[in-house]
């Protein structure tokens, strides 16, 4: 069985409320995969309809080719790493670590063997005999992952693992899982609702938002070319101002002519799309060139590696701009006037 | 002393004073009136001797451990998945269940003894059904013997035991159960290598405030018993009331009480503890 996870238009409804759509998926063996989405979003039903928790109502979940739709979850030979761990608080670290060999009758060398390799991989070699409770959070996590490993699953399942640990240690199990990911070559699918933890390991991204995929693609793809507003502010910071068409020629605030690479307007009005750290600040005022506006610093907040403005511009419009504070980097006060400009490049337009 | 704990001992008191007044000073009253008579402690005992080495006290005890042992097993083995029930059911179910176990203790033990006379007597209910059913010729000997005695107790107790087991079956995360099950265990596996172990101390608990309850049953025995199924309660009421030998009724008081409060004291360590994390 190879590592290939297929969703065929999967749907699954609770009462009247349909908690996911019609989503499919083609994730080819050892891809990092990542289900990114607001709670309520539908991320963790598709994620239990891949473990074989849900059974959805419509579709086909298939497993390295198989349709496993209604097998259940221990015929599906799946690592999972769940959100609280579930460590059970009976068995210490090697029997937690041992239970998916022990349930399918390893021999005891085999157990043995692959539980010490396992804890070598998380770094946990000589907490064998500590329970659970003994353990700070993040040790829990390495146990959660090793466990989810022994087996050599083809296919590894995680949901918000690292949600509960703190910033610091979160980097680092993000790079371990990462590691370990790459090194035994295995498919995981990934559920979080932290953007940053989503554009950082994984290979694509699916957003998901109202039960449906918003968007899919590798991880600067969506973050620099989202099709909607929601995958634009969703991912990070986002300018979204409105514009108007004007004949061939689209208007911004104060009527400026605007130029995108990407995106049409499907109706006479619409959004543009620039990331704050792709618009520039220059002092003075503009002249009448596209993508060149005119404004007033509103707010300059000094955040160390960058500066953060806020301006405005014409029709009550404020801008985000981010500017790295390197070498030599004007800065501009609060009240100063300025001139924003970025290429058409790093914008899209959005018909919504 | 903190104020809060001062208003914990103002909350306990009346129930306190209760305890003092009605249990613990009648009991040591009785207890030092009875064993004050002896000349010496030498007299004291021999008498003694006689008292809990004679042939009906051991034959009494081994009794009232035997039905103790017997109904603690029953309700162990009935209360287990009727626990196991109501700790996964919801809603009306839920109600309804709680209900069929804690109803009949709203009334008394002699009124539901009674209750059970008429089901199990030789034209009682049972006999009458399997009789004219055809599926016995003679009635069934169900009462005034040691079946009658067991069935009356198992009855007793088993709130006791649901109750207990049910604290412990709802303490543990169904999210375990759920990660053994995607982890490739079976549902069997899941019962015994995470449900239970989870639930032991419950267990452990239920079986010990069962028979404790057991050993010290009166009302249930002496109804529903033959000549056979002479408990210890039994045995320091007849001393009391008819050979109105009050020092061996003490002494046999003493011998209960001790050995209660020893399980107790075993019990209070499991029943405090919670699940294991």
Redesign the interface.
């Known amino acids: 069985m190879s590592g290939s996870v297929d969703l065929d238009a999967v749907t699954k409804r609770y009462g009247s409320e349909t908690v996911v759509a019609g989503v499919s998926l083609v994730i080819p063996e050892g891809e990092f995969f990542t289900l990114l989405g607001p709670s309520g979003s539908g991320k963790t039903t598709t994620l239990s309809m891949l473990a074989g928790f849900v059974v959805p109502d419509e579709g086909r979940v298939l497993l390295g080719g198989q349709d496993m739709t209604r097998v259940p979850p221990r015929g599906r030979g799946l690592g999972m790493v769940f959100q609280n761990y579930a460590i059970f608080p009976h068995l210490n670290v090697a029997e937690n670590v041992a239970f998916p060999l022990t349930v399918k009758g390893a021999s005891k060398a085999e157990i043995k063997a692959r539980v010490a390799e396992a804890l070598a991989m998380v770094k946990l070699t000589g907490f064998e005999t500590r329970y659970a409770r003994q353990l700070s959070g993040g040790q829990q996590q390495r146990v959660a992952l090793a466990r989810a490993i022994v087996g050599h699953p083809k296919v590894v399942l995680m949901d918000e693992p690292l949600g509960a640990l703190d910033k610091n240690l979160r980097y680092h199990m993000q790079v371990e899982i990462k590691e370990i990911q790459q090194r035994l070559g295995m498919t995981v699918i990934y559920v979080t609702h932290d953007q940053e933890e989503a554009l950082t390991m994984s290979d694509r991204i699916a957003i998901m938002n109202h039960g449906r995929i918003a968007q899919m693609g590798p991880p600067r793809e969506v973050y620099e070319n989202p099709e909607s507003s929601f995958v634009a502010s969703f991912l990070g910071e986002a300018n979204l101002v409105k514009v108007r068409r004007d004949g061939e020629t689209v208007r911004g605030p104060g009527g400026a002519p605007l130029v995108a690479a990407r995106g049409a307007l499907s109706a006479n009005e619409g959004l543009v799309f620039v990331r704050p750290e792709k618009v520039k600040v220059a002092a003075g005022t503009a002249e009448l060139r596209p993508n060149h506006l005119p404004g007033q610093v509103l707010h300059a907040s000094f955040l160390g590696n960058i500066m953060r403005y806020a301006v405005s511009a014409a029709d009550g419009a404020t801008f985000f701009c981010d500017v790295a504070n390197g070498a030599g980097t004007e800065i501009h006060r609060a009240g100063d006037a300025v001139t924003l400009s970025w290429r058409a490049e790093d914008s899209r337009l959005l018909g919504s | 002393m903190p104020l809060g704990r001062l208003a914990g001992w103002l909350m306990l008191a009346p129930a306190l004073a209760l305890l003092f007044g009605v249990f613990l000073l009648p009991i040591g009253w009785f207890l030092a009136g009875s064993l004050t008579d002896f000349a010496s402690f030498a007299e004291f005992w021999e008498e003694a001797q006689d008292v809990l080495f004679s042939g009906t006290i051991l034959r009494v005890l081994l009794n009232t451990n035997g039905i103790g042992a017997a109904v603690t097993l029953l309700v162990l083995v009935i209360g287990y998945p009727v626990s196991y029930a109501l700790s996964r059911a919801k809603g009306l179910v839920f109600t309804a269940i709680l209900l069929c176990i804690v109803l009949p203790y709203f009334t008394s033990t002699i009124v539901r003894t009674y209750a059970w006379m008429v089901l199990l007597g030789r034209t009682g209910l049972i006999n009458q059904i399997l009789l004219g059913l055809g599926l016995i010729d003679a009635p069934l000997e169900l009462m005034y013997n040691r079946t009658g005695v067991i069935i009356g107790m198992t009855y007793v107790l088993l709130p006791y035991m649901v109750l207990t087991l049910f604290a412990a079956m709802k303490a543990v995360?169904p999210?375990?159960l759920?990660?053994?099950?995607?982890?490739?265990?079976?549902p069997a596996?899941v019962f015994f290598?995470?449900f239970m172990?989870?639930t032991l101390h419950g267990v452990i608990a239920g079986v010990l405030i069962t028979f404790i309850l057991a050993i010290g049953f009166f009302v249930t025995p002496a109804l529903m018993g033959g000549p056979d199924d002479i408990m210890i309660a039994m045995l320091i009421e007849r001393e009391v009331e008819l050979t109105q030998n009050w020092p061996a009724a003490a002494m046999m008081t003493i011998v209960l009480l001790v050995v209660t409060l020893l399980l107790y004291a075993v019990y209070s360590r499991f029943a405090d503890r919670e699940?294991?994390?």
């Open positions: 995360d999210r375990l759920q990660a053994a099950e995607g982890m490739g265990a079976s596996t290598r995470v172990p989870l699940a294991p994390r």
